[in-house]
Structures are given as structure tokens and as C-alpha cells.
T-cell receptor, first 112, second 108 residues
Framework: SQTIHQWPATLVQPVGSPLSLECTVEGTSNPNLYWYRQAAGRGLQLLFYSVGIGQISSEVPQNLSASRPQDRQFILSSKKLLLSDSGFYLCASKPPMNTEAFFGQGTRLTVV | GQNIDQPTEMTATEGAIVQINCTYQTSGFNGLFWYQQHAGEAPTFLSYNVLDGLEEKGRFSSFLSRSKGYSYLLLKELQMKDSASYLC?????????FGAGTTVTVRA
């Protein structure tokens, strides 16, 4: 099965600072990759998904961006964080065929 | 776009059965998933339906009707550790979209 590495587990950043969250996947090739954000007590909001290297689809307009420089690496970035960017960020990986998606352990981001 | 609806909260007694409904409207459909999420943790996979009918896995079962855009997750013999959020997710055209989740509270 797949293993999703996501770090850091927690992060406190000041408003206006940059952000880079990295997700790497083991145990599969050519997965579909996803970034989600979850506000406290809420559901998962799909931010970005990628079906291959360099291919990024954005679901929600915002000051975040994503990149996929390698097949099993997915990066979430921001040039200047806003207070509203606080939340629980989850990376997920899903094989091309229709089986379940596996999640990383998440990063809890607090923008202060 | 996608529209995935499920109840916000449900409460049940230990040992009882609870059914969590999920309705969806999506452009395209490749499968429906149920995940369990405990507070502060990542979601974990419970079940997957791509064809109509019931899939049973131990105490958990999931049902799908594609023509009605409807699924349910059935939790039997509830245990205190089943208190969690249950997320319905629909896969279509490479996207995997989630409902807002149903918080289930199991009482002794």
C-alpha cells in the first residue's frame, strides 16, 4: 500500500510570510495527488489536484499555489499568508484506477 | 460542479445501529467512498462503491444507488470508539470531492 509523507505536523506563521508544504508518496507510480484544507469542525475543501508532473488544476481562487516537480512530490505554496489561510492541510494520493485515496497525517497551520 | 450533502450530526447509543445518508449531484461519476475521521487526525478509508448495491465489511456496510445519486453508510453494534466524523466522497474526472461530514456521537 501507499505511504504519504507530509511535513511539518504543525506550523505557526506570521501574516505576510511565505509558505511551503511538501508531500511525498511511496508505494505507487503516477498517482493523482490532492491538496485539501479543513477548517475546524468543517469538511474537506479541495484546493488543488494533479494527474501528472507539471499538471495542476485549481479548484478555489486564493493566494495559494501548487506544484508537482516530480511524479511523487506535491508542494503547496504561498507568497504571503493571510489569517484566513489557517487550517488543517491534508495531502492525498490516489492510484489512477478507482481505488481509495490515502492521506498524509496533515499539517495544522496557524497564521498569527 | 459537485454537490454532496450529508447530515451534520447524529447521536446513537452503544450497541445500536446508525445509518448516515449521503446524496450527491456530480458531473460524471467514478465511485463513492466513505471515510472516518477522528478529531485532529487524517481521514481513514472505510468503503468504496462503484456499482449499485450493498458492500459489507464487518460492522460497516455501504449502499449505493447511482440512479438516485444516493448512498448510505451503516454502522452496526456501535462502540464508543466509533464516535467520529464520517465523510462521503465522490470521484469523477480525476477529482475527489468530499461532503462536509457527519459527526456521530456514541453514548453509553
Amino acid at each position: 500500500s501507499q505511504t504519504i509523507h507530509q511535513w511539518p505536523a504543525t506550523l505557526v506563521q506570521p501574516v505576510g510570510s511565505p509558505l511551503s508544504l511538501e508531500c511525498t508518496v511511496e508505494g505507487t507510480s503516477n498517482p493523482n495527488l490532492y491538496w485539501y484544507r479543513q477548517a475546524a469542525g468543517r469538511g474537506l475543501q479541495l484546493l488543488f489536484y494533479s494527474v501528472g508532473i507539471g499538471q495542476i488544476s485549481s479548484e478555489v481562487p486564493q493566494n495559494l499555489s501548487a506544484s508537482r516537480p516530480q511524479d511523487r512530490q506535491f508542494i503547496l505554496s504561498s507568497k504571503k499568508l493571510l489569517l484566513s489561510d489557517s487550517g488543517f492541510y491534508l495531502c492525498a494520493s490516489k492510484p489512477p484506477m478507482n481505488t481509495e485515496a490515502f492521506f498524509g497525517q496533515g499539517t495544522r497551520l496557524t497564521v498569527v | 460542479g459537485q454537490n454532496i450533502d450529508q447530515p451534520t450530526e447524529m447521536t446513537a447509543t452503544e450497541g445500536a445501529i446508525v445509518q448516515i445518508n449521503c446524496t450527491y449531484q456530480t458531473s460524471g461519476f467514478n465511485g463513492l467512498f466513505w471515510y472516518q475521521q477522528h478529531a485532529g487526525e487524517a481521514p481513514t478509508f472505510l468503503s468504496y462503491n462503484v456499482l449499485d448495491g450493498l458492500e459489507e465489511k464487518g460492522r460497516f456496510s455501504s449502499f449505493l444507488s447511482r440512479s438516485k445519486g444516493y448512498s448510505y453508510l451503516l454502522l452496526k453494534e456501535l462502540q464508543m470508539k466509533d464516535s467520529a466524523s464520517y465523510l462521503c466522497a465522490v470521484s469523477n474526472d480525476y477529482k475527489l470531492s468530499f461532503g462536509a461530514g457527519t459527526t456521530v456521537t456514541v453514548r453509553a
